[in-house]
Nanobody
Framework: QVQLVESGGGLVQAGGSLGLSCAAS????????LGWFRQAPGKEREFVAA????????DYAGSVKGRFTISRDNAKNTVYLEMNSLKPEDTAVYYC?????????????????WGQGTQVTVSS
């Protein structure tokens, strides 16, 4: 069982930066792939980034590659999402998610555990 709690959302101007954190409970944190998804009003939940448990493999959506960075600190059971050069179209509720296997990472339905989400709003 894994419980996830996001923090760090807020309001930022276009071109600015914001960092999100996701604290996880559970003794097998290292075993889990962790991902970030986002959902804007009226749109489907979409993949943002994912990071493996121990290999350091990272994957990004094309829309955020080069601007966002996902990282994790297994000692702190925390995954981070650093967001730079933010655009108004990045406005969404951002969710942290976890699953056991590093496969099917782009599919939100493949993730077993989810946080409650944190709002990110980018003004133009």
């Amino acid at each position: 069982q894994v419980q996830l709690v996001e923090s760090g959302g807020g309001l930022v101007q276009a071109g600015g930066s914001l960092g999100l954190s996701c604290a996880a409970s559970g003794r097998t944190f290292n075993d889990y792939l962790l991902g970030w998804f986002r959902q804007a009003p009226g749109k489907e939940r979409e993949f943002v980034a994912a990071i493996s448990g121990t290999s350091g493999r990272r994957d990004y959506a094309g829309s955020v590659k080069g601007r966002f960075t996902i990282s994790r600190d297994n000692a702190k059971n925390t995954v981070y999402l650093e967001m730079n050069s933010l655009k108004p179209e990045d406005t969404a509720v951002y969710y942290c998610a976890a699953r056991a296997a590093y496969s099917n990472i782009y599919n939100s339905g493949a993730y077993r555990y989810w946080g409650q989400g944190t709002q990110v709003t980018v003004s133009s």
